[in-house]
C-alpha cells in the first residue's frame, strides 16, 4: 500500500477533523508566543508525520497507524505464539504509556 501524497493526507486529516467539529482554520497563521498555540502549518505538519511518518529525503516512511497495522511479534520457531504473547506491540502513545508503566527506562 503506498503512502498517500501531502496533498491525500492533507484532504483526509481536513475531512476526519471536521466530521468531529474541529476547524484548523482557527488556529493562527504565525506563532503565538504569548498562547503558546501551534499555527495552522505546524498542526497540519505534525498530523501529516503522525500517519505518514516523517520526510526523510523527501519521500514519507510511513506512520504510527501503518506501524501498528504492519506490525508482526518477533518471534519464530516452534513456540512462537507462546513467545509473541510476551512481545510488546508498537503503542499508538508510547510517551504515555511509558510515563505510567516507566517502560523504555
Known sequence: MAI???A???TLIRARLALVGVDLDQLPETADPATGSP???AA???L???LAGPKVNGVRQGGRPAALSFWT???TGADALA???QAAP???YPSITEAWTEEGR
Open 4 to 6: 498517500p501524497s501531502d
Open 8 to 10: 491525500e493526507l492533507d
Open 39 to 41: 499555527t495552522r502549518a
Open 44 to 46: 497540519m505538519e505534525s
Open 48 to 50: 501529516r508525520t503522525f
Open 73 to 75: 511479534p518477533p518471534a
Open 83 to 85: 513467545k509473541a504473547q
Open 90 to 92: 508498537p503503542l499508538l
